[in-house]
């Protein structure tokens, strides 16, 4: 079942903007991770915040984690139209290693 | 490293036949690989946990006679969508997690499978 939600569920922004993306979840984790997808295609791993965590960074790429809200945000800085894909957040439990994934949100980068 | 690959990537066929998918990892060995299914626009749900060597973990509401996983050794699940009707056309994402860290999946490219 999903329990991952993402706001928004679509946006729209100008190369060189910075994108937000927040995703929620309903249960214990240990770790969450971000996700792009190209339309049509396969899922490139992006970045795991793991759950004793509250941010990490990647290149452009920085995540934020509250556990006492159970929500998550994506930051994308200073974006480019190679960023226009699909990013879905995905949790990972206690004990298993399911991972739940988030509605997504679809971003598109215009030039 | 940890490339996973699909075969075939796109798949048409009649209504009423099987078709089989395979999911390989190719530089690492995956104890566990992971299917799940995912309809235009919407997230992918995971359809089933197949560990190399015993039966797969069906989710809820997916038909384990319906779509038959075989996790034979460590580089290779296969996915059967039998008996495929139109309703099944969606598309097909394997992915496998390494006997080193359970929390990291890799994830293959994908197969569109359109059943008419």
């Known amino acids: 079942s999903q329990q991952g939600e993402e706001d928004p569920q679509a946006l729209s922004i100008q190369e060189g903007e910075n994108a937000t993306m927040n995703c929620s979840y309903k249960?214990?984790?240990?770790?969450l991770q971000w996700y792009r997808q190209n339309s049509g295609r396969g899922l490139v791993h992006l970045i795991l915040?793991?759950?004793?965590?509250r941010e990490k960074h990647s290149g452009r790429l920085r995540v934020t984690l509250d556990t006492s809200k159970k929500s998550s945000s994506l930051l994308i800085t200073a974006s480019r139209a190679a960023d226009t894909a699909s990013y879905f957040c995905?949790?990972?439990?206690?004990?298993?290693?399911?991972?739940?994934f988030g509605a997504g949100t679809i971003l598109r980068v215009k030039s | 490293g940890a490339v996973v690959s699909q075969h075939p990537s796109r798949v048409i066929c009649k209504s009423g036949t099987s078709v089989k998918i395979e999911c390989r990892s190719l530089d690492f060995q995956a104890t566990t690989m992971f299917w799940y299914r995912q309809f235009p626009k919407q997230s992918l749900m995971l359809m089933a946990t197949?560990?190399?060597?015993?039966?797969?973990?069906?989710e809820q509401g997916v038909e384990k006679d319906k779509f038959l996983i075989n996790h034979a050794s460590l580089t290779l699940s296969t996915l059967t969508v039998t008996s495929a009707h139109p309703e099944d056309s969606s598309f097909y994402i394997c992915?496998?997690?390494?006997?080193?860290?359970?929390?990291?999946?890799?994830f293959g490219p994908g197969t569109r499978l359109t059943v008419l």
């Open positions: 197949s560990n190399e060597g015993s039966k797969a973990t069906y």
């Open positions: 249960t214990s984790i240990n770790n």
């Open positions: 992915s496998a997690r390494p006997w080193r860290n359970i929390n990291e999946q890799f």
């Open positions: 995905a949790t990972g439990s206690e004990y298993g290693n399911k991972l739940v």
């Open positions: 915040i793991r759950s004793n965590e």
